[in-house]
């Protein structure tokens, strides 16, 4: 009887069991961090025209992605991974998880915007552009009566106070571009004085990418630092959104690589040439996905409002884009933005509305010891505990990563000592910042 | 079922010994039971009987020493190769299944045809009288109701030995006498030896032929009821089964023989040969009572006291008399106008010497 | 050791061999594996405490662990503000629809993942629908979202049921005589609920509150998706995830939650030892129930009401989501329609397949390995038999992230025979990390249920030629199957909606379970009606199993309680 009943069972679940591929040819899988809208789109048409092969999207988070393709690299089922930040391609480059690969397809140029398109070491391609950008929800600038930003100096302005979201350039490929653009544009000191300008205006600092889009989507907060598609897929969906490219901005290529080791090939060599043909340049202009092609000529298709960064000059080309340097110093640069912005946003919101406060008492009657107060807590929101040289330095980043190519690079130090000292120092320096202007405000 | 598809089998134990962790709660316990015979485990609650008649069964930790049922060892057998039926206090009845599937459940374990199940149980239902409940779950039957359910569930199976875990402490006063005689005389008409936990010197009395007293893990006395009663082995024994005076003292030589002395009483010359402390036990119907300094026979022990206290049970009277610091009970026959003794009256007790149970501890 | 078994004790230890073996491969082996991490001198990789070290030494770890600890006990305390009048009400008073109540109050705990948050933001957040009304009236908003008490909130209206379920069954297994015996001797009202009543349900209140503080201290989407990063769940699975930064600091915040979780569940046991009344008593039927006058049912019936709108309000939110267009800074959606579920049905139909299939078999091998933990534990004398419990109930200390990793880390070299793929992208590995994660619920009701069956009622059936493993499945599992029903139900319901475990393992899209469709449907603003539609029928699922199971053990109760009348004469 009870065997009888475990066959049934058995029987049962293998019944039910979803479809199994059983990697034989003809099954792509692909990791992506790509929504629903484009991953759907781009499997439907490639296994139109490929009908032999069935694609499986394998849906992560890019961090997730990443984490998954090194901890199953020892018996890879993965064939490509497909995600928009060129950092977490290099962090697999590095960990020796990608292979080469030579595209046929004709006719995508060089470089978008300052950015190459292609991994200069030919590992992985760029198929699409995505920029950084603001976007806002009209109700809620309306209901609140806030005007609506132009550029990333903008969100310096005391009015979005509590406004503002972003994610954290640690949880997201594509902040972290964000972030590094402006430090490279602006300088270290400088471009970190504005981030922390702007994040004083910050309602929040949200856990994945999406999260700020949905906030902005939602009316949780007004306005958000988010990628163009995300502005423009939003709007395209109905919501009361909008979005525009500040001035400093920088195009990233999207971009696709083939796992080491990938079970099929062929398959995903196709998927590649897709991607760049000009009928899959052309499924980038689905107003679901709103992305920008690599190819130029795809644009002739494109809506009258589709920005054209070949064309128009002002998208993505005010930076030129050290990526050797944001390599360098990338894991530094994470861990400095969580330790002063991500963590303690609370202690820099609160001396941010301290100077704000103090600003707005001081305007129309100058003061010239309220005028020092208030530098003087500006200055110490500002300072940044490592200086450029040391956030480059190979020794000092080594901390921050497990891996270690080479026994022979000296570590001192483990993350948690050093971020525990950074910690101490910020939030000080915030604390103090927030009573010099405190005492600023009350002095006029 | 007929009493000649039962083989009896005798039960005996050797040197058994169970322990629940650090507790010791059986200690060297040997007993020998004949087969067909109607045996009774009584003691007070945590005198360790129902710990020996579970070992018997199977249940419990696993004890040291021996069991042998039918003179087969079966201490290392599960409860279920023992093949020995027990009706459990609680009955132990299946809620979820009818009379008819508990009754069926011990033959369809044993893989029976159903047709043979079909008919054993019928047997068995009619046997305890109970055909017509068949069909019911446990749940809707009265207690006597239950327990005859539960005790054809055991018999169905034709065990071995039976084995009854107070069997009758959950039913009232007059259905328990109804089925204390039931018991009896199926278990005088199947031959069954048959092993029956009891705190109630009455049920063992009435319904077996030998009886173990157990107390503190150790077995007291072995005997028919009589014998027990009559010639306790010890002061627990003594005192257990039924009502007994007790008298705590030394005997010793004197000019006059041999006399019982206690700081309780005046001395009490006695024919025995025996010396040192004793207890001197007797049983309150074998005094006769009367007023004191009455002249004494010469087999005759006398007791001087007062009465304390008097019930009138009916057919008796019950008086509390003392002497010295301790309580004599003394239970005179009652008849209609016979004189009776009041509280604060001086009395003397006598009984014969051959009533009187010497005992050393 | 076979030596030291007596006959009866073999089957069980082979089952129990068995069980200690799955439990050391599925859940110490892979937690291993990732925590050894936490013990490695990140720049040496021998072996050290100076991870610990840096923890207690780093200011934020020791505000994360501050900032855990109290939103974890506010939490308690919040859950029992809504969980006490719902379980007394209903267990103390004839209260209509007192079976629906305790239907509604499980509701809470299958909250989808994201969409679940999403309602919450669109209806209690800063500028969510009761804001928006309230700034709009008032002209004043609370911010019942924002930071630790954002926290408090959620996890309060997530959690409670934990409660409610235990406190209820402590009080339904409440002896009618204690409380008459008490009456007779003069007490009433408040003192016969403070004296007699409360400290007789003591245990199952702190049954429910040692969960509720383990699952908050533990939890981790809440505070992510609040954006909270103080605390210690998300702290390490932030240092855990990151690109490219490898910090033992999340392996070390990982092993201190599951040391931490384990002391609380020790305290809690330690504080019920030897107050575990229920076995002390019959069980005979609960409280007497009162009947009420009409004002205070209407008090009763408010109060009641108002919990119940306010606890189910994240449901009534994800409703309006899946049938709205846009909603947007506004109090209601712009517009409704049946789009998403079209969608839904027409795309995301694998899901829910899936969802059934994996919840369904793993809450079937819960209850399997529950009811044989329970048995070897409570029944045999098996020596290290207690570990089995600890084991099993360690699972729910372990993060699922944690889970997930160690499964890709343990497994993924391990390719299964015939179906020849690695067992850690196989869609089974799923079943097994969602059967440990929730392995503690279905136990602890097998463990009620087993305590529930007299053992004299399986010496019966072994005394009649019934084997061990025999009395078992004819006797003993019968009379359980209204616990390890519930167990059922309880794992079902919230691995259902588990994702944290799932969203590492899941290797082909096919493969996929609901949360993480749901989990895919968010990623995209289109997908947002989509993601709560199915959300919806997730819950839907879910509660009308719960709500049919409940029914069943209604009716499996009845039949009990007669007998246990009839047994009360028995043992009197």
Same mark, same amino acid.
């Given at each position: ?444 | ?223 028919? /009821? ?40 005046? /001395?009490? /010359? ?92 | ?122 209806? @209690? ?34 959690? @409670? ?409 028995? @043992?009197?």
């Amino acid at each position: 009887m009870k065997n009888i009943l475990f066959a049934t069972l058995v029987a049962m679940s293998l019944a039910l069991a979803p479809f199994q591929a059983q990697a034989a040819k003809g099954t792509l899988t692909i990791v992506t961090s790509y929504p629903k809208d484009t991953t759907g789109t781009f499997k439907a048409a490639f296994e139109k025209k490929y009908p032999n092969v069935k694609v499986e999207m394998l849906k992560k988070k890019t961090t997730a992605g990443i984490k998954y393709l090194q901890e199953t690299a020892g018996n890879n089922t993965a064939d490509m991974f497909w995600a928009s930040a060129p950092d977490a391609f290099e962090v697999l480059k590095g960990d020796d998880l990608l292979i080469k690969y030579q595209v046929k397809v004709k006719g995508i140029p060089e470089k978008v915007g300052a950015f190459p398109i292609n991994d200069p070491d030919g590992y992985y391609k760029g198929f699409a552009a995505s920029g950084y950008g603001i976007m806002w929800n009209t109700r809620y600038l309306k209901a609140k009566k806030l005007p609506a930003p132009a550029e990333w100096s903008d969100l310096k302005n005391p009015v979005y106070h509590g406004h503002v979201g972003m994610s954290a350039p640690s949880r997201s490929g594509t902040t972290h571009l964000t972030v590094e653009t402006l430090l490279q544009g602006e300088g270290w000191e400088k471009g970190w004085a504005e981030w922390k300008a702007i994040a004083g205006n910050f309602k929040t600092v949200t856990e994945r990418s999406f999260g700020v889009p949905d906030g902005v989507n939602s009316g949780q907060f007004g306005v958000g630092i988010v990628i163009d598609f995300f502005g423009l897929s939003s709007q395209a969906s109905g919501f009361p959104v909008e979005y525009r490219y500040p001035t400093v901005t920088t195009l990233v290529p999207a971009n696709i690589a083939l796992v080491k080791n990938g079970p099929n090939p062929e398959a995903a060599g196709a998927f590649i040439e897709f991607l760049l043909s000009p009928e899959g340049q052309e499924l980038l202009l689905d107003p679901k996905i709103r992305r920008l092609p690599v190819n130029p000529a795809t644009y002739a298709k494109a809506p009258a409002d589709f920005p054209n960064p070949f064309k128009d000059s002002s998208i993505g080309s005010a930076v030129k884009f050290d990526l050797a340097l944001s390599k360098g110093r990338y894991n530094v640069v994470n861990s400095l933005f969580d330790v002063m912005i991500t963590y303690r946003l609370d202690d820099l919101r609160d001396a941010t509305k301290a100077i704000h406060d103090a600003e707005a008492a001081m305007a129309g009657k100058p003061n010239d010891k309220a005028a020092d107060l208030i530098a003087q807590a500006k200055a110490l929101i500002n300072q940044v505990p490592v200086d450029a040289a040391t956030a480059s330095k190979k020794e000092f980043n080594a901390i921050f990563k497990k891996k270690r190519k080479k026994a022979a690079t000296k570590v001192e130090g483990r993350q948690a000592e050093i971020e525990q000292e950074w910690d101490t120092m910020v939030k000080d320096n915030y604390a103090r910042a927030k009573s010099l202007a405190e005492q600023a405000k009350s002095i006029l | 079922m007929t009493s000649t598809d039962t083989t009896a089998a005798g039960v005996d134990i050797e040197n058994l010994n169970v322990s629940f962790g650090d507790t010791h709660v059986l200690k060297g316990a040997n007993l020998s039971i004949e087969p067909g015979e109607f045996f009774a485990f009584l003691g007070p609650s945590g005198s360790g009987k129902s710990t020996l008649l579970r070992a018997i069964a199977g249940f419990g930790p696993t004890p040291t020493g021996r069991i042998l049922i039918g003179g087969e060892e079966v201490a290392h057998l599960p409860p279920w190769k023992r093949n020995v039926g027990m009706v459990f206090q609680s009955y132990a009845l299946w809620p979820h299944m009818t009379v008819r599937r508990n009754v069926a459940f011990g033959l369809e374990e044993r893989k029976l045809p159903k047709r043979e199940i079909a008919r054993r149980v019928d047997i068995s239902l009619e046997m305890v009288g109970l055909v017509d409940l068949a069909e019911r779950r446990p749940a809707q039957l009265s207690g006597g109701q239950q327990q005859r359910i539960a005790l054809a569930r055991t018999l169905v199976v034709e065990p071995r030995v039976l084995l009854l875990d107070e069997p009758l402490s959950n039913l009232d006063a007059n259905l328990r006498i109804q089925m204390r005689r039931e018991l009896r005389e199926l278990q005088q008409k199947l031959q069954l030896t048959t092993i029956f936990v009891t705190h109630d010197q009455e049920e063992a009395n009435t319904t077996s032929d030998r009886m173990a007293v157990l107390n503190d893990g150790i077995i007291q006395q072995v005997g028919t /009821p009589m014998e027990l009663y009559d010639n306790p082995a010890n002061l627990f024994v003594a005192t257990f089964l039924g009502t007994a005076n007790v008298l705590t003292g030394v005997v010793e030589d004197t000019d006059n023989g041999a006399q019982f002395g206690s700081s309780n009483c005046a /001395p009490i /010359p006695l024919d025995t040969e025996e010396r040192g402390p004793r207890s001197l036990v007797f049983r309150p119907q074998n005094i006769a009572i009367a007023p004191a300094n009455a002249p004494v026979a010469s087999d005759r022990v006398r007791i001087d006291g007062t009465v304390s206290h008097t019930e009138f049970l009916g057919s008796i009277i019950r008086y509390g008399v003392s002497v010295g610091a301790d309580t004599a009970l003394v239970d005179d026959q009652h008849r209609r106008g016979a004189p009776v003794f009041a509280i604060g009256d001086e009395v003397s007790l006598f009984l014969q010497q051959d009533q009187i149970t010497m005992l050393k501890d | 050791m076979a030596s030291v078994l007596t006959p009866g004790q073999r089957g069980p230890a082979v089952a129990g061999g068995l069980i200690a073996l799955f439990l050391i491969f599925f859940l110490a082996v892979p937690m291993v594996q990732v925590v050894v991490v936490a013990f490695q001198d990140p720049n040496t990789g021998a072996l050290t405490l100076i991870n610990f070290v840096d923890f207690f030494r780093t200011s934020l770890f020791q505000e994360s662990f501050i900032n855990s600890f109290y939103v974890a006990a506010m939490s308690v305390v919040l859950s029992s503000f809504f969980a006490l009048p719902l379980a007394y009400f209903t267990t103390r008073f004839n209260f209509g629809g007192a079976l629906l109540i305790q239907t509604l109050g499980i509701i809470p705990l299958i909250m989808p993942p994201f969409v679940g948050a999403v309602a919450m933001a669109l209806l @209690f957040g800063t500028n969510g629908s009761v804001n928006l009304l309230l700034d709009e009236w008032f002209g004043f908003t609370i911010p019942f979202m924002e930071g630790l008490n954002g926290v408090i909130f959620v996890e309060s209206i997530h959690y @409670f049921p934990f409660i409610l379920i235990n406190l209820s069954a402590a009080l339904n297994n409440i002896d009618r005589a204690m409380e008459e015996s008490a009456q007779n001797l003069g007490a009433s009202g408040t003192r016969l609920f403070r004296r007699i009543v409360f400290p007789l349900a003591m245990p199952g209140y702190v049954a429910g509150a040692a969960l509720v503080f383990i699952k908050v201290f533990d939890d981790l989407g809440t505070p992510l998706l609040l954006n909270i990063n103080n605390m210690l769940a998300p702290q390490a699975y932030l240092r855990i995830t990151s690109i490219g930064i490898s910090d033992p600091m999340g392996y070390v915040i990982s092993v201190i939650l599951v040391a931490f979780s384990l002391l609380s569940l020790w305290v809690s046991l330690l504080a019920l030892r030897g107050k575990d009344y229920a076995t002390v008593q019959k069980g005979g039927g609960g409280l007497v129930r009162r009947d009420l006058r009409n004002w205070e049912k209407n008090g009763c019936y408010a109060v009641v009401i108002l919990i119940l709108l306010l606890v189910l309000s994240p449901h009534l939110g994800l409703l309006l989501l899946s049938f709205g267009t846009i909603w947007s800074f506004s109090v209601l959606p712009d517009g409704y329609t049946i789009g998403h579920y079209v969608t839904v049905f027409s795309e995301a139909s694998g899901y829910i397949t899936n969802t059934l299939l994996y919840a369904g078999l793993a809450a079937l091998f819960d209850v399997i390995i529950g009811t044989g933990i329970a048995y070897v534990v409570w029944r045999t004398g098996l020596p290290g038999r207690k570990w089995l419990d600890y084991g099993a109930t360690a699972a729910l200390a372990v993060p699922g992230v944690v889970i997930g990793i160690g499964y890709l880390r343990t497994y993924h070299g391990f390719n299964v025979p015939i179906v020849d793929q690695p067992l850690a992208s196989w869609w089974v590995i799923i079943v097994v990390a969602l059967t440990i994660r929730r392995l503690p619920y279905a136990l602890r009701a097998c463990v009620a249920a087993l305590q529930q069956v007299s053992v004299t009622l399986e010496e019966a059936a072994e005394n009649l030629g019934a084997t061990k493993g025999r009395s078992v499945w004819r006797i003993v599992v019968p009379l359980m199957s209204g616990g390890i029903l519930a167990g059922f139900v309880t794992s079902f319901a919230t691995a259902s909606v588990e994702l944290s475990a799932t969203l590492m393992l899941v290797a082909v899209d096919s493969d996929a379970p609901l949360a993480y469709g749901i989990y895919e449907f968010m990623q995209s603003a289109a997908g947002r009606g989509p993601g709560a539609a199915l959300g919806v029928i997730g819950v839907v699922f879910v509660g009308l199993g719960t709500y049919i199971s409940h029914r069943i053990i209604e009716r499996g109760r009845v039949t009990r309680e007669s007998t246990a009348i009839v047994a009360e004469g028995a @043992f009197a």
